[in-house]
């Protein structure tokens, strides 16, 4: 059984509304396969703030997350609109929350998904020796975690796959956890401690220029 994660982004003329409905869609066709044991999607279904310290992306997103047995691609999903990338991924989840909802319900709360690349002048192992050993301890001290999602895209599964090394879907209780300077970073008169430390250590393991974070929101089609 492996984990895999296929990338797709939505059409210029395309509401969110569309987007969404044509995701969830492509992932429950994706879910009845026979040798598919869960599906999950994390996408933008709505737009991001338009004030925030997270410069989130506009484009419209969807990450699909497929764990089956047979180790070839899902050609419904690599000739999907909008295909941009599949990867065998390693997954870890260094903080998990105890799911109580029903499959096709979103999760409660807000998802950050967040793409990125690692720095040009460092080793695969030195970005993720930082990334899980320095990065990883640093957000569950600081932020209010309430579920974390690393995933290492060790694999690119298809020629044209876009060249992501990290996907990391956060997720927050409540969109304030989220939003909120204060509570994502904590009290004021640390904060802008916190906004430092977090700032020089992400920069020290990617590639800061290249980074998208997204506004989503989590959807167990099968679990």
């Keep these: 059984m492996r984990k895999e994660i ?31 044991s869960s599906v999950k ?13 997270i410069p989130f992306k506009k484009k419209k997103i969807a990450s699909l997350s ?14 999907a609109i909008g295909f941009i990338g599949a990867y065998a991924a390693e997954e870890a989840i ?11 319900e979103p999760t409660p709360g807000i998802c950050l998904l967040t793409l990125f690349r690692k ?6 192992d030195s970005f993720l020796d930082r990334w899980h050993n320095s990065h990883t301890p640093l957000s569950l001290k600081i932020h209010p975690l309430w579920n974390y999602n690393r995933n290492v895209s060790r694999i690119k599964l298809t020629e044209d796959t876009a060249d992501w090394d990290g996907i990391v879907e956060e997720q927050f209780k409540t969109k304030s956890d989220l939003l909120n300077p204060v ?23 990617l590639d ?15 679990s």
């Design 208 to 222: 800061y220029k290249t980074i998208e974070p997204y506004f989503a929101t989590e959807i167990h089609i099968k």
């Design 183 to 205: 509570r994502f970073f904590g009290h004021p008169l640390i904060m802008p401690y916190r906004m430092w430390q977090v700032y020089t250590d992400t920069k020290s393991f």
């Design 6 to 36: 296929y990338l797709l982004q939505g059409s210029g003329n395309e509401t969110y509304r569309q987007f969404s409905d044509r995701i969830l869609s492509i992932g429950k066709a994706v879910s009845v396969m026979s040798d598919v």
């Design 66 to 79: 497929v764990f089956h047995e047979n180790p070839t691609t899902i050609e419904s999903l690599t000739s």
């Design 119 to 124: 720095r040009k002048d460092i080793s695969f």
């Design 41 to 53: 999607v994390t996408l933008t279904n709505a737009p991001p703030p338009f004030i925030s310290i």
């Design 94 to 104: 260094p903080v998990a929350y105890n799911k109580t909802w029903n499959d096709m």
